[in-house]
């Protein structure tokens, strides 16, 4: 029954910092960390990859400085999830003597990882599944991020090991920095996924503005709060997408809007209830 309670209030404080990680989506292998340049077309990379004979001659000091000035950084991240099998196969085994505890192990990580991922994701744009672009001025975040990511999950492997079960390996994380011609490259992989993110979410949106004359007060109250942090999410995301030279003022712009005239007819809602 504590288990039970705990596992509900973990849940609860995981819906909070969920935003950010639904608005991109959060899981998958540290194996997608490097880009594939060949697959995005051909980009200027200015001698990156050749041969030392086919390089561009050095360029005058102060220009090699600019090149080689960090201008973000890249966070790869691999988190340990609740589909592992000393949780999952009791949990899935009705017969199994743990199977209880062990759907309260797997939600109970769930929660924590969507913490964690919440956490990372507001460091940065995402470029792939598993990898963040992190703008220069968004590196103490990301460094305050990583370690209290590997906090959360010290912590967790403490609640398992009370629950019985085995312990999880700690997250992998790893900031990268990134000269300018590396950036370029980050940064066409993060504006095809947030173009792509938006356009979904301005899809979902205009379902969403045609169905609010049928909702219910109490609910009309939880979408507003919901809309309201969607809309400082997205402030902070067309501030870094800027920082990185990605232009997703137009579509920022649409969705706020639209979120807007959400809100104003959610609170109409409120008022008539």
């Known amino acids: 029954m504590v288990m039970e309670m705990e596992g509900k209030e973990m849940e609860a404080t995981a819906m909070m910092a969920e935003s950010l990680a639904r608005f991109f989506g959060a899981s998958g292998p540290l194996a997608e960390a490097q880009p594939d340049f060949e697959a995005q ?96 001025k968004k590196l103490e975040q990301a ?57 979904n979410m301005i899809e979902s949106m205009a379902k969403k503005l045609e169905e609010l004359g049928e909702l219910e007060a109490k609910k009309a109250k939880t979408m507003r709060y919901k809309l309201k942090a969607q809309m400082r999410e997205l402030k902070s995301i067309e501030e870094m997408a800027e920082e990185l030279g990605i232009d997703v003022k137009g579509k920022v712009e649409l969705l706020s809007s639209m979120i807007a005239e959400a809100i104003e007819a959610l609170e109409a809602i409120e008022e008539e209830g």
């Open 41 to 136: 077309g051909p980009l200027d990379m200015s001698g990156a990859g050749k041969t030392s004979q086919e390089a561009p001659e050095k360029a005058p000091g102060g220009e090699r400085e600019m090149e080689m000035e960090t201008k973000a950084y890249v966070l790869a991240y691999d988190l340990p999830s609740e589909y592992r099998s000393d949780y999952y196969k009791p949990a899935t085994d009705k017969e199994a003597e743990n199977h209880a505890q062990a759907k309260a192990a797997m939600k109970l990580i769930r929660s924590y990882r969507i913490r964690a991922t919440a956490k990372l994701y507001a460091c940065g744009l995402p470029a792939s599944n598993s990898v963040i672009v992190v703008p220069t």
């Open 143 to 199: 460094n305050k991020a990583v370690e209290e990511v590997k906090a959360l999950y010290a912590e967790l492997n403490q609640k398992l090991k009370e629950m019985g079960f085995p312990t999880l390996p700690e997250p992998l994380i790893c900031l990268i920095p990134q000269v300018e011609v590396q950036v370029v490259s980050w940064a066409s992989l993060a504006e095809r996924e947030i173009s792509r993110k938006l356009d």
